[in-house]
């Protein structure tokens, strides 16, 4: 049966609102005046799922959580401040969530029950709420949510502008060649071709390579969309992640940028749930899953097994060999004073910026080397057709 929203008013003038399922707003109706309830509003609830969940943004899951904890200060009990963010969500993939979150809140399940049934709520969200629920803190957790989704937007955000320009850069570089080798130099080409005379070697091998791109320029666009899916594909394997998530561990440069984020990334989701209250083996399970690398998460397996024998964090993330040295005599020391979840969050607030400036120096590197590229090859192209002119004119360089 087809899901409706409704407000209707008692018999004492109180508004309620709720949604239910019915044959049709006729029988709604009936059923609603038989129960003593006048219909103010009826509308059907829009079921949605599949690729339109993937259009919900971590942005906004942070705006959600913000207007749920600022509902929630409000003396508003969950099912309500549900309910008004369901009507009132910018996004109607979100307020139809929401609306099936708000009907399992409704039938008597917990809101991280019904949160978990929904992908766009990662594992740690669930678990934050979770902890919440048990100590009787929502309140507090939604506000430590809202705050560990703030600093993870602005972290990718600010990791995000950092590599805007040299991207586009490339891409704008690679299209200009792109053009002179398709469409500029063949002209260029019929031209000293229908001339008949001898060509320099640059101009020759120039002309050789143009020909060749322009003559099959589909088969090389064709094997490179090939090559990203079938690595795409790959990815998407038990073996093909391990593999790939190796190879960014082995690879010079991106090695040191992935390790930190990855640390930071573990540091400040494990610190978040220990605040949270959620249990020290679950925080490390969850934090595990969202390292983002195959290979770490089976390493860090020594932390949790480490822990559940009672032999403390220090140690065993140690002999993970994750963390470099500085970290565990970090973590060390946190664990000594009682201060283990500010210890994390420390660590990754100092990875965060770390990884930030990293990254931006590497930026800043690549931006002069993109330009040097970019300027050799235009260079040899100019170059090449300067010297075939000259040549034919018989002017001498």
Known sequence: ???????????????????????????????????GLIP???????????????????????????ELGNLLESGLPIDRAIYILSEHSGKS?????????????????SLSQSLAKHKIFPRVYVNMVKAGEIGGIMEAVIRRLAAFLETTVAFREELTSALIYPLLLTGVGGLAVAVLMIYVVPKFAQIFEDMGQALPLPTL?????????????????????????????????????????????KTPVVRGIHMKLIIARFARTLGTLLTSGVPILDAIRVSREVVGNEVVSEKLRVLEEGVSKGRGVAAPIKESGVFPPIVSEMIAVGEEAGRLEDTFLTVADRFESESTATIKRAASLLEPAMILLMGLIVGFIVISMLVAVFSINEIPI
């Open 205 to 249: 091998i120039l002309m050789g390579i143009s020909g060749w791109v322009a003559s099959y320029w589909w088969a090389i666009v064709a094997l490179i969309v090939a090559g990203v899916f079938l690595i795409k594909s790959y990815s998407k394997t038990a073996e093909g992640r391990f593999f790939m998530d190796g190879l960014k561990l």
């Open 93 to 109: 993939t979100m307020r139809s969530i929401l609306q099936e979150v708000y009907i399992d809140i409704q039938r008597g399940q």
């Open 1 to 35: 049966m087809p899901l409706y929203s409704y407000e209707a008013a008692d018999r004492y003038g109180k508004k309620v609102s709720a949604s239910i399922e019915a044959e049709d707003e006729t029988a709604l109706k009936r059923d609603l005046k038989k129960d």
């Open 40 to 66: 103010l509003r009826i509308k059907p609830v829009e079921h949605r799922g599949g690729p339109m969940i993937s259009r919900i943004t971590r942005k906004d899951l942070l705006v959600f959580t913000q």
